[in-house]
């Protein structure tokens, strides 16, 4: 991953933070056929004693899952990310010397690719991956609200993935390299915009009191 000095977040929680927050990666792993590239909503563990553990499923029509054990992969989560304009710098109107640009925040995890069959991790992933995104709702539906039969059905349908983290590298491209008067500029119009602007804000105005 290209990340300039500036750019870079190596803090552990705020990675880990922005992971869960984007709650969904893009897996990339080489096979003999080509890149497969498959958008998977992911579990995030940390307690089991085997490191970072990234724990997501997909359909068994899916070739993906059949790189073999322990395939050395990607896995991409894509934060909020927004277009920059110009008018934003006050130093526009001293020199005119600026020009658009794109902010983003991307996080790379790079390690190794298992397909796992067994029922009863599949069973345990999906309950939690329900749990994750149903908490907070007034009435949240749980996998035992559906027959169990049902569920048994289509979980033969899908395999379980573990990807094991080996290293993590993060970008929060948010011009900090600009000067302050044009950090706060651009602060400023990303308020104005919509959520994924105004989360780049806050992440501006948090690394601002690093």
């Known amino acids: 991953m290209y990340r300039p000095a500036k750019s870079s977040e190596t803090d552990h929680e705020t990675l880990i933070g922005m992971m869960r927050r984007i709650g969904v990666a893009t897996l990339v792993t080489p096979t003999p056929e080509g890149i497969h590239a498959t958008q998977v909503p992911v579990l995030i563990r940390e307690d089991n004693g085997r490191g970072m553990i990234l724990a997501a499923h997909v359909a068994r029509a899916n070739p993906h899952w059949r790189g073999g054990a322990s395939t050395q992969s990607l896995a991409i989560f894509q934060g909020p990310h927004a277009y920059m304009s110009p008018q934003w710098y006050p130093s526009k109107q001293e020199s005119g010397k600026v020009v658009p640009t794109w902010?983003?925040?991307?996080?790379?995890?790079?390690g190794r690719l298992t397909a796992i069959e067994d029922a009863s991790w599949l069973k345990q992933q999906i309950e939690e991956l329900t749990n994750v995104h149903e908490a907070g709702r007034e009435t949240p539906w749980k996998v035992s609200d559906a027959p169990?039969?049902?569920?048994?059905?289509?979980?033969?349908?899908?395999?379980g993935l573990e990807f094991a983290v080996e290293r993590l590298e993060a970008t929060w491209k948010l011009n900090e390299e600009e000067n302050l008067a044009d950090l706060d500029g651009t602060q400023r119009g990303l308020e104005g915009g919509g959520p994924a602007a105004i989360e780049l804000a806050e992440e501006i105005a948090r690394r601002k009191l690093l």
């Open 103 to 110: 902010l983003y925040v991307s996080i790379h995890a790079h």
């Open 148 to 159: 169990e039969s049902y569920i048994a059905s289509l979980s033969r349908g899908i395999v």
